[in-house]
């Protein structure tokens, strides 16, 4: 009957144009999780001295995955238009694969942002800040990046210059608390990299000391990129799953 | 701008001096002869009414593990001219061992000596130019007490103004000397107490819980893989048979006949003869 024709139609166009949005958000996420894998300065230094790379992992899980998306989709599009059984299943089987690892790669991007604590970030900085040991040059990376840190955002420690007095650190043990209650970064400098005044930055002047801590200028980048590794993958996730579906109600229709 | 741990400082208002000239510690009764006997060609010293503390201003260095920071003695020792301030500190538990009569620089109250066996130091060795009366208004006027440590090892500086070895807590008070001679002096501070600092370890570096957000997408998307994979099994397992209640999707041709005369047969009336 015609109207049976007619849902056939509207089902494999629903199908066609749901594995082509498939299609160019597997580009999206492969794009987006090379650039997080690739985007290797700002805070990255810190994160991988806590040796904790699971957001790298999710970032290479979610690159191969996008490709597999889009070669699937156009699977996929071919199996409708020919309403061939076969490769519909074989679509379907793959993309179940295919949606089990994206599965993982957006756990572990959300797992990884929880573990991101303030306090992770306070004890290897109080651990590893201008730690002289010249061996471990992992060590020096953390001094530089927190340098680097604490000039561009005008910040200082995680919490605020107290955390130099409050805990006990690597720094403490070779700079006096009178001399440096707090590293001569967290000072406001001028152009030629000095303190612009020392004994009001020792005092705790306002104004000639950096008095926020750096825990935003830190997680807003990290967090920015985990986001978006997680939740666009969801969101993907969400329409295949649709898709999936549809696809399935379609294949048992077809004719044997 | 302000001064700060510099030994330049001025005295300030007078304040109201006793009438007696003898120094009157409330409570103190037992002690007071014990003085004199102790210092028995002494004058009095002027006890000014005033006592030290720890500054007002909004610092974020006020007290750390080794220093603190005071309000200068501005307008205290107006009526003595004439006069070096020193500052006193001592532990608070030694406070009352400390003699105003020993003088400062000597091996009873150097600095590199403390806490043990000196019980109270001084240092500042300031005049009273270094304080001007009224403080200019605006300026931040404090005295970072812990501010040398050039010479905390040398022990031919005794009057260094060191950092502190210990989070105290400690007590200070200002003496005026006139040559080698006390001539006033404040009460004693409140006891100040320094930071100490803690361990890193003790700060638990896990979070407690795992966000919603985590939560959320995990329980989710374990649903959705769950029906998929439901889908998929019962679409083998009736695979070839017809699924329930849908049409099967091939080509049907519907041909309908009509049946039309093509003639008319009519009956003929009888035919002419």
């Given at each position: 009957m015609a109207k049976s024709d007619d849902c056939v139609h509207i089902l494999q166009g629903l199908l066609v144009f749901g594995n082509v949005v498939i299609g160019l958000c597997g580009i999206a996420l492969t794009a987006e999780c090379i650039y997080v894998v690739s985007n290797s300065d700002g805070p990255y230094p810190l994160l991988k001295a806590t040796e904790n790379r699971d957001i790298h992992a999710a970032a290479w899980i979610g690159i191969f995955v996008g490709l597999a998306l889009f070669a699937l989709s156009i699977l996929g599009i071919i199996g409708v238009v020919r309403a061939s059984r076969t490769l519909l299943l074989v679509y379907i089987i793959l993309m179940l694969i295919t949606f089990a690892f994206e599965m993982a790669s957006c756990i572990t991007a959300a797992t990884h942002q929880d573990s991101l604590t303030p306090n992770l970030f306070l004890k290897q900085m109080l651990e590893r800040y201008q730690k002289s040991d010249p061996n471990k040059n992992s060590d020096n990376e953390v001094t530089k990046t927190w340098d680097e840190l604490m000039r561009q955002n005008h910040c200082c420690g995680v919490n605020g210059p107290s955390d130099w007095q409050d805990y006990t650190s690597a720094f403490r043990l070779t700079h006096s608390d009178a001399d440096y209650p707090w590293p001569r970064m967290c000072c406001v400098l001028d152009a030629q990299g000095s303190p612009v005044n020392l004994d009001g930055c020792k005092l705790g002047v306002s104004g000639y000391y950096n008095s926020n801590g750096c825990y935003d200028a830190i997680s807003g980048p990290v967090n920015a990129h985990t986001w978006g590794v997680a939740w666009f993958g969801f969101a993907i996730l969400c329409w295949t799953f649709c898709v999936l579906l549809g696809t399935m109600f379609y294949w048992s229709g077809i004719e044997y | 701008m302000w001064a700060v741990g510099d030994h330049r400082r001025v005295p300030g208002d007078a304040e109201p001096q006793l009438p007696h000239s003898r120094p009157r510690h409330p409570g103190a009764r037992i002690m007071l002869p014990l003085l004199l006997l102790l210092l028995p060609a002494a004058h009095g010293i002027d006890q000014v009414r005033h006592k030290p503390a720890l500054?007002?201003?909004?610092?974020?260095?006020?007290?750390t593990a080794s220093t603190f920071v005071l309000d200068q003695p501005r307008c205290v020792f107006n009526n003595y001219s004439n006069a070096v301030i020193w500052l006193v500190v001592a532990l608070d538990k030694d406070v009352?061992?400390?003699?105003?009569s020993v003088g400062p620089g000597t091996n009873e109250t150097a600095f590199q000596r403390f806490?043990?066996?000196?019980h109270a130091y001084m240092t500042?060795?300031?005049?009273?130019?270094?304080?001007?009366?009224p403080k200019p208004a605006g300026d931040i006027t404090v005295l970072r007490v812990g501010?040398?440590?050039?010479?905390?090892?040398?022990?031919?500086?005794?009057t260094c103004n060191g950092p502190l070895p210990g989070p105290g807590p400690y007590r200070v008070k200002f003496l005026a000397l006139e040559g080698s001679v006390p001539v006033a002096e404040t009460d004693w501070s409140a006891p100040i107490t320094l930071r100490t600092a803690k361990s890193?370890?003790?700060?638990?570096?896990?979070?407690s819980g795992h966000s919603a957000g985590m939560i959320a997408i995990t329980t989710i998307l374990s649903i959705l893989f769950a029906i998929l994979l439901a889908g998929l099994v019962a679409m083998l397992v009736f695979w070839g048979s017809d699924s329930c209640g849908s049409s099967t999707f091939g080509k049907q041709e519907s041909v309908s006949v009509r049946r039309y005369n093509t003639h008319h047969v009519y009956d003929q009336p009888a035919a002419r003869l």
């Open positions: - | 500054t007002q201003e909004k610092l974020e260095g006020v007290t009352y061992a400390f003699n105003s806490p043990d066996p000196v500042l060795n300031a005049t009273l130019d270094s304080y001007p009366c501010s040398e440590t050039s010479c905390a090892q040398d022990e031919t500086r005794p890193p370890n003790s700060n638990p570096t896990t979070s």
